[in-house]
């Protein structure tokens, strides 16, 4: 069973700070998606990385997928409350379409 | 828009009873998941289906089972209730094809309390 881990658990910091979320596995992934849920909704995909070293950026939300494929981070620039809610990063196996979720990281941007 | 609709949003019973978490897709979609959300576990897959009539075992099936006999609707049975059972199920569906291929469409979750 392939793992992902996600840090920090639990991220708590004031509207204008910037924040690094992390997803880190001992296997590679042919994919690695980053949702976020915002309470009473389901997860909403952001972003999906294929190629190692590839960076996507989403306004303030940079993506970067680690060069052996088995790491992934997510960076936000000058938070916003908006930006508060769980936010999942998922890899998709080499040899099948399953996911496999980290635990979350729950931000809140407080104003 | 496309939609991931799961039938109940909150649904309380009691230990023992049956329950059916219904999901109805409208993208056409091959693949439907079910999945439960639990504080610090992250998603846990319970079972999916590639196909009508097919299930295939997640992580966690052990008290639950499936049923698929449309390409648009996958339902999740909790043939006896039981309070380890209560929590937000999320119900997904994906296509193998394709620029968005296997990235997961949810629907809004079901959560369930079981007394």
């Known amino acids: 069973t392939q793992l992902l881990e996600q840090s920090p658990q639990f991220l708590s910091i004031q509207e204008g700070e910037n924040l690094t979320v992390y997803c880190n596995s001992s296997?590679?992934?042919?994919?690695l998606q980053w949702y976020r849920q915002e309470p009473g909704e389901g997860p909403v995909l952001l972003v999906t990385v294929v190629t190692g070293g590839e960076v996507k950026k989403l306004k303030r939300l940079t993506f970067q997928f680690g060069d052996a494929r088995k790491d992934s981070s997510l960076h936000i620039t000058a938070a916003q409350p908006g930006d508060t809610g769980l936010y999942l990063c998922a890899g998709e196996g080499t040899s099948g379409s399953r996911l496999t979720f980290g635990e979350g990281t729950q931000l809140t941007v407080n104003p | 828009d496309v939609k991931v609709t799961q039938s109940s949003r909150y649904l309380v019973k009691r230990t023992g009873e049956k329950v059916f978490l219904e999901c109805v897709q409208d993208m056409d979609h091959e693949n439907m998941f079910w999945y439960r959300q639990d504080p610090g576990l992250g998603l846990r897959l319970i079972y999916f289906?590639?196909?009508?009539?097919?299930?295939e075992k997640g992580d966690i099936p052990e008290g639950y089972s499936v049923s698929r006999e449309k390409k648009e609707r996958f339902s999740l049975i909790l043939e006896s209730a039981s309070t380890n059972q209560t929590s937000m199920y999320l119900c997904?569906?994906?296509?193998?094809?394709?620029?968005?291929?296997?990235?997961?469409?949810f629907g809004a979750g079901s959560r369930l309390t079981v007394l």
């Open positions: 289906s590639y196909d009508v009539k097919m299930k």
């Open positions: 997904a569906s994906s296509s193998p094809y394709g620029t968005g291929a296997n990235v997961l469409t």
């Open positions: 296997s590679v992934f042919s994919s």
